[in-house]
């Protein structure tokens, strides 16, 4: 993504083609590409349109407040400028809103995970503020002169559904909005709302003492339960400092020689990460929602150790690092590919060798089975994602949780957060090749060239 600098505009890359795949994994990119198909009057130029951005054809896709633009090229070349016109909207819609995603303190934390919860839909919808766009709500514009949807522009649609999938403040910023701004307005509504149910608190523990003085004949002797204590004096804190811009930078080390043995960059290095990492927690506790969000599981110091070799730059730190947790130096460098796509679930999905219990392989059978039925169907395009060229599904083996595909070099790996997470053989090893997916059939999509 190309930030313009416009906080109401967002210019995205060209997505790379899609052979073989839906265009949405989300329920929200599926309602998108329902309002398409229900809007387009020629269900024909949607399915051209699928052919264009399968392709690769759509070029960078400019985001703003109420519209979509982007070149769009035939296969001759020719370019086309593309828009898509969406209704924004209202102050009072915006009011609405906010004022139900505040009223759900997991409402937020979704919106901060990219992630739409259907109960915020619904209730939106019931508020008569429609978050997503139904029928008819797409207003094409293509200077090809077409006067409906064109194969342009729905392949222009297609791809913002992709778009959606990664990042719903997409959708939030055609409304009318940027990320910040629907942050900052969610961050003020709570404040609001913090500052009056202190109000509130201060009445109530106000009117208990003087209740408690016309019963004792003076508020003096009278005592409150500490729960109205504790909540009056805590409504009284001052607010949160401002998080800082950056990680602050730890004294330096340098001196004219190693004080007692010690390794001064290793210890410089531990330092800095310590910052890095401290600074990413403090950003996470003063986000909204954080406290209504459960606690991640601590590391592990084997976790710890990885995560700490993907920061270090410094081939000394990285092998001392490897060497303290019992890996070579290829094995770390596999570890930390595999963090890097997924964290520490990542890292399991790598090194542990698990037999799923009969329930989960029950599950997990039924999601491979019905994988590519499912995509088969999934946005109205015939037989797609992991296919082989006659349509049919892929061929798996399984040995315990590991689904490998004959021939192909590919493999899938359940982890045991029931993520599904793809793999390639690439010179006698099975390499990390993504991040995880929901559903074995995008798992096994990942780019076998990595």
């Known amino acids: 993504m190309n930030d313009t600098g416009d906080p109401y ?113 619904e209730d939106a919808a019931a508020a008569g503020v429609e978050l997503l766009p139904g029928m008819g709500d797409f207003d094409p514009r293509c200077d090809c ?57 201060r009445e109530t523990l106000a009117r208990t003492r003087s209740r408690a003085g016309d019963a004792h004949g003076t508020a003096a002797d009278a005592g409150v339960p500490a729960e109205e204590a504790y909540a009056a004096a805590r409504a009284g804190l001052p607010p949160l400092p401002d998080l800082p811009r950056a990680p602050g930078q730890p004294p330096t080390l340098d001196t004219e020689g190693e004080p007692g043995g010690l390794d001064v960059d290793a210890v410089e290095f531990l330092a800095q990460a310590a910052a890095a990492e401290a600074f990413r927690l403090l950003a996470e506790a003063v986000a909204p929602g954080h406290a209504d969000r459960p606690a991640p599981a601590p590391l592990t ?44 679930p990542g890292l399991a999905a790598l090194e542990d ?45 399984r040995v315990r949780a590991r689904w490998t595909q004959a021939g192909a070099g590919r493999q899938i790996r359940l982890g045991r957060e029931g993520r599904w997470w793809p793999y390639r053989r690439e010179e006698g090893r099975w390499i990390p090749s993504g991040p995880s997916a929901p559903d074995p059939a995008s798992a096994l999509e990942a780019d076998p060239e990595g």
């Open 9 to 121: 505009e967002k210019t995205f890359a060209a997505l790379p083609p899609a052979p073989g795949r839906g265009f949405a994994r989300t329920w929200w990119g599926h309602a998108w590409l329902r309002a398409l198909e229900d809007s387009a009057l020629d269900g024909e130029q949607v399915r051209q349109g699928r052919r264009v951005a399968r392709s690769g054809a759509v070029g960078a896709v400019s985001v703003r407040p109420g519209g979509l633009t982007a070149v769009v090229r035939d296969r001759d070349g020719t370019a086309h400028r593309t828009d898509v016109l969406v209704q924004e909207f209202s102050q009072a819609e915006w009011d609405r809103l906010l004022g139900i995603a505040v009223a759900e303190a997991g409402y937020i934390a979704a919106l901060l995970d990219r992630e739409v919860p259907p109960e915020l839909a």
């Open 145 to 201: 002169g077409e006067w409906d949807h064109c194969p342009h522009s729905a392949a222009l649609c297609l791809q913002v559904a992709r778009l959606l999938d990664q990042d719903p403040f997409v959708l939030l910023l055609l409304r009318g909005r940027g990320e910040r701004q629907v942050l900052d307005g969610l961050e003020a509504r709570s404040a609001a709302n913090a500052r009056a149910r202190a109000q509130a608190q």
């Open 301 to 344: 110091e084997a976790e710890d150790a990885v995560r700490l070799t993907r920061e270090a730059g410094d081939v000394r730190v990285r092998s001392r690092l490897a060497a303290a947790t019992g890996r070579s130096r290829a094995d770390m460098e596999l570890a930390v590919l595999a963090w890097g796509f997924g964290g520490a």
């Open 353 to 397: 060798d698990w037999t799923p219990d009969r329930a989960a392989l029950a599950r997990a059978r039924a999601a491979v089975a019905a994988a590519w039925t499912d995509a088969e169907t999934a946005d109205g395009v015939g037989a797609e994602a992991g296919e082989g060229a006659d349509g049919e599904a892929p061929v798996l083996r």
